[in-house]
């Protein structure tokens, strides 16, 4: 699954950049993102829960930030294991340039599940 999208968010690229580092900021970002727990340096611990047709997985895993230009860009990645449900990995890559007042975000996201959430 690929997404790609852009928003113009109302407030400077240091204070966006600022939130995207902020676990709770950053797990509002993440769909179905229950629990969000860590730091930039040590990485972030995940709980996701997913729901296609009948089968509703929770999945628990990781959460990096890679190829970091600080205010400009950077990459998350993630991946997580949802028992017989199967497994989720992907990755975002997530850019920021000023616009007016405010900022552009750009998103390229790439997901993969696997196991019987895959089957669906």
Do not use: N
Request: aromatic fraction near 4%.
């Amino acid at each position: 699954m690929k997404m790609v999208g852009k928003r113009v968010i109302g407030v400077p690229p240091d204070v966006v950049w600022a939130s995207i580092l902020d676990a709770e900021v950053l797990k509002t970002c993440i769909p179905g993102c229950e629990e969000l727990s860590g730091s930039l340096d040590d990485g972030f611990e995940a709980v996701v829960v997913q729901k296609v047709g009948p089968v509703k997985a929770t999945f628990r895993g990781a959460v990096s930030f890679r190829d970091i230009d600080p205010g400009k860009s950077c990459r998350l990645e993630g991946e997580g294991k949802g028992g017989a449900a199967g497994f989720a990995k992907g990755g975002a890559l997530v850019q920021l340039e000023p616009e007016g007042d405010g900022t552009r975000l750009s998103y390229e996201v790439e997901a993969k599940v696997g196991g019987k959430l895959a089957q669906l």
